[in-house]
Each structure stands twice: as C-alpha cells, then as structure tokens.
C-alpha cells in the first residue's frame, strides 16, 4: 500500500468489508472527538486532510470514488463537528453537549448517502475535486443543522 492509498482508506478503515464510509466516518468522529477541545487544530485538520485527501483521492482513485476511499468523509465528518465547538466554559455546564457530535455524525452520514442538492452536483463531477466537495459540503450541511439544533435547546433550556 503506498501512501496516497493509506491517506485515501484514513489509515486502513476504507477497506472495511462493510459499510466503509460510515466506519470511515465514525473513526473520523473518534479522532475528531479530542480535537473539540483544541479549536485551531480542529481547523488546521479540516484544512490538512481536505487537500492532502485531494491529492490522495487523485493520485490512488484517479478522480473516482471508490467505496475505500474514505478521507472525504474524515473532512466532511470534521467539518460537522465545527458546530460542536463548546463556547467558553459551556462544556461542563451544557446538559445536551454529548448529544451534538452524535448528531454531526447522524446528519453527515444523512446528506453523505441522500446527496441533496449541491452535495450530488460535486459528487457527479467523477473527478477528485467531486470525490472531496460532496462530503465538504454535506459536512457543512450537518454543520448548519446541527447548530439549529443547538439554538433551539438552548432557547427551550432558558
């Protein structure tokens, strides 16, 4: 296995028989978890594996997505735990709090499968820039509604 193909399956978990991209997706969520706590590198990881993914998907899957490639959902998965991110201090104090990056995940893997909208544009693009983009974009989905769900426990919690 060379390394384009390592970074595409995240270290192994794309070449699960079944379902590769939600085990893809939940190891993202294992290794995202920690990253919650430190914002920036949370960012720095988005940014990191959004374009090494690309390179990645371009150079192994030359430009299609295969079910082992898995490095898109690590992006999209990590960019729907942004909407995770505790406000100061409100970690220890908000009841629902675990509940949220379980939601990412649930409204990731949602968008990821359904392919609404724009996340199904990129995703028939057949190239790697469509192979990363839908998830990109299905993470930013789960993201927005994720952070709905947020307003909305906090108005009720008041």
Do not use: N
């Not at 028989?17 to 978890?33: C, D, F, H, N, Y």
């Not at 192979?131 to 993201?143: E, L, N, R, S, Y």
């Amino acid at each position: 296995m060379d390394i384009a193909r390592l970074i595409a399956t995240f270290g192994g978990c794309g070449l699960s028989p079944r379902a590769p991209g939600t085990v893809g997706s939940l190891a993202a969520l294992v290794v995202g978890l920690p990253l919650l706590k430190r914002p920036r590198l949370l960012v720095a990881g988005i940014t990191a594996v959004t374009v090494v993914g690309w390179w990645a998907t371009k150079r192994s899957g030359k430009g299609e997505d295969h079910s082992w490639i898995v490095i898109d959902e690590v992006a999209g998965m990590w960019i729907a735990l942004l909407a995770c991110l505790p406000k100061t201090g409100e970690q220890a104090r908000e009841k629902w709090f675990w509940m949220y990056p379980l939601l990412a995940f649930a409204f990731f893997r949602l968008f990821d499968i359904t392919k609404p909208g724009p996340v199904g544009v990129l995703d028939r693009r057949h190239d790697a820039t469509g192979v990363m983009g839908d998830d990109v974009i299905a993470g930013a989905m789960a993201a927005l509604c994720v952070k709905g769900v947020r307003t909305v426990m906090e108005r009720t919690s008041h």
